[in-house]
Every structure is written in C-alpha cells, then in structure tokens.
C-alpha cells in the first residue's frame, strides 16, 4: 500500500521559514519522481515543484521560483521542501505525491499538512 505521510506544517509571519517533509512507503521511492502540490482554501490544486530520481533536476512553478527548495534522500526515502521569505498567499494544504510536474496532480495525495502565514 502506497503511504506518504507529510508533516512540518504550522503557522508562521511572513518572510518566515518552514521545513515540510515526507515520507513514503509502499512503493520504490528511489526510481520515483516527486512532486509538492498545493490547495488553498477555495481554489484548485496547484503544482509547486518536482524532483527526478537521482535528484538531480528540479522544477519550480514561477510563483515560489527562488524561495521553495525540493529536495530527497533516498536512503530515508524521505522528500523535503524547503520554504524561505513564505507570503500569505502561500498559504495551503502541502501535499507530495509521485510523478512530475502538474501530470503529478492526477495521482493519489496524502493527507497533507496545513501551511498558514499570516501576521
């Protein structure tokens, strides 16, 4: 059974920063590409950022290019998403999933952890 399980959500004032990890089981994490999707109170998912297996490339949508950074360690199978200078409009349910890019919205999500950055 496929498992991912994130965590590292809170709240924090903007400009803030927060570390989102999650782990994976179930599944050969190490030859899967990953994704970190979004959902906002009242809008459609949204694909952040995705990492090819050896973790070498990576790809970032424009609105968090610069402040977000995806990244794995495949012997924890474990993938992380480093936040820097967050904005309100961050604001989210964070959600990994297997695939990449915004082909990745259309598989199976976890439960996610809630981002909130508000003053």
């Known amino acids: 059974e496929v498992q991912l399980v994130e965590s590292g959500g809170g709240m924090v004032q903007p400009g803030g920063s927060l570390r989102l990890s999650c782990a994976a089981s179930?599944?050969?994490?190490?030859?899967?590409?990953m994704s970190w999707v979004r959902q906002a109170p009242g809008k459609g998912p949204e694909w952040v950022s995705s990492i090819n297996t050896p973790g070498g490339r990576t790809n970032y949508a424009d609105s968090v290019k610069g402040r977000f950074t995806i990244s794995r360690d495949n012997a924890k199978n474990t993938l992380y998403l480093q936040m820097n200078s967050l904005k309100p409009e961050d604001t989210a349910l964070y959600y990994c999933v297997r695939g990449w890019g915004v082909g990745a919205l259309a598989g199976s999500w976890g439960q996610g952890t809630q981002v909130t950055v508000s003053s």
């Open positions: 179930g599944f050969t994490f190490s030859i899967t590409d």
